[in-house]
């Protein structure tokens, strides 16, 4: 067990809260993630725009991945000392950009100095048929949206000193929003793919406690890429047509990979987190 799986285990001890995309209270679904300077990003990367962006479509995507609408952001941003109102503009822009994308209004939140540009932000949801993680049943087929890969071998670019392309995923996050609502009724799990394919299906099977016979090939490049917001989901193989035929309307990339087992699943990613 990491660090952080450690942490969540003590936080979240008799929690029935605690262990999906977000909380979910009643018709209401809380999340909220953390984007960090030289931990998600460095700034040279990505411009002050796309910073914002990218942190607010990390967050809509815990709310997209449970089937709920998002409504309402709070925002805390840490910001330098030397940053200029020219810069906040940038941010703000970014910010209001994806929030707008998602019909969301931002109601407030802290700012504070700090020696690096931090955020975090917290989505409030509605939903009235919520998609968890748990539900999987054996025998069931797991799929993924989008094509895996991409974004971590554009991290490695960045990371080498490259540069990567402006449309690259690793900047520009696609949500599976039209085709999740339109297919909740036939999935029996769900979560989005931002720690890898691999390190995400043993999620899956913690909150399950199956395992996976893969159907398909996948290699380690591919299986251990963070940062890919796509969509895991499991479902029963009756609905396979249906899901074929929503992804298709939907325009999705769509790949069936594994079935579920009674076994024991191994992931073997190294984490991307402490």
């Not at 080498?160 to 609502?181: T, Y």
């Amino acid at each position: 067990m990491n660090l952080e799986d450690y942490f969540i285990s003590i936080i979240g001890k008799n929690s029935r809260f605690i262990g999906d995309d977000g909380a979910l209270i009643g018709d209401f679904l809380y999340s909220k993630d953390a984007f960090f300077e030289d931990v998600h990003f460095k700034r040279q990367w990505l411009s002050l725009k796309q910073i914002a962006f990218k942190s607010m479509m990390v967050n809509l995507s815990d709310a997209v991945a449970m089937n709920a609408t998002p409504v309402y952001a709070l925002l805390a941003i840490a910001m330098p000392p030397d940053i200029t109102k020219k810069q906040i503009n940038q941010l703000a822009s970014g910010f209001r950009s994806a929030a707008n994308a998602y019909h969301v209004k931002i109601i407030g939140g802290d700012t504070i100095e700090n020696i690096k540009l931090d955020i975090t932000i917290t989505i409030i949801s509605k939903t009235k048929k919520p998609l968890p993680r748990y539900g999987l049943k054996i025998n069931n087929l797991l799929a993924y949206t989008g094509d895996l890969g991409n974004s971590q071998k554009d991290l490695k670019k960045l990371l080498n000193g490259g540069k990567i392309h402006l449309k690259s995923k690793f900047v520009n996050i696609i949500l599976r929003d039209k085709f999740i609502s339109k297919s909740r009724r036939f999935l029996s799990c769900g979560l989005d793919i931002s720690d890898g394919l691999f390190s995400d299906l043993g999620k899956l099977s913690s909150a399950n406690r199956l395992g996976f016979n893969f159907t398909k090939s996948i290699d380690k490049q591919t299986g251990c890429s963070g940062e890919e917001y796509e969509m895991l989901v499991g479902f029963s193989a009756r609905y396979k047509k249906a899901l074929i035929r929503r992804a298709k309307q939907t325009r999705t990339p769509f790949t069936i990979l594994a079935k579920a087992k009674r076994k024991k699943y191994i992931n073997r990613c190294k984490s991307n987190h402490f």
